[in-house]
């Protein structure tokens, strides 16, 4: 990952090695409704997988709604006081036996913490499930 410094003379590129961020988390998600008031809560299983190629997220929820969905068009970057922020799109994986293939898209940006330990950030999600999502990770043990 390259990174070009902004602002007046500074204009060279540094190499940035992307963290770690491969592996089990757990995902808590509030669902909101359009006034801004809690629908309902859930959680999921959060999985990273990270390679040389880039990074690849799966939620999968649990409880009284369970769906699966995965990602693409992932874009990771550092931010100044030394967090990560991860943007991707996402869309219902019809090979889960509870998700439709079409069933909603969406998109989600999680922030994660320096020590690279807890996430917090949102969704927004489309085609039959519009709605925007307040969501907070924190990495599993391996």
Known sequence: MVRQDAGPGRNRAREVTAPDLAG???L????????????YE????LAIQQSADG????????GFKSSRSVSF??????LPE??????????????????????FFGLS???FAPDLQ???????????????MQLSARRLAC
């Open 42 to 45: 859930w959680d999921a299983d």
């Open 82 to 103: 030394g967090g990560w922020h991860l943007r991707y799109g996402y869309e219902a994986d019809g090979a889960h036996e509870g998700t439709a293939p079409g069933q």
């Open 24 to 26: 089990a988390w757990a």
């Open 55 to 62: 990074i690849a997220v799966a939620i999968e929820t649990s």
């Open 118 to 132: 807890t996430a917090e950030g949102s969704s927004c999600n489309y085609n039959g499930r519009y709605v925007v």
């Open 73 to 78: 068009a992932e874009k990771l970057t550092p």
């Open 109 to 111: 940006q999680l922030t």
């Open 28 to 39: 808590h998600g509030i669902t909101m409704g359009p006034d801004g008031g809690i629908l």
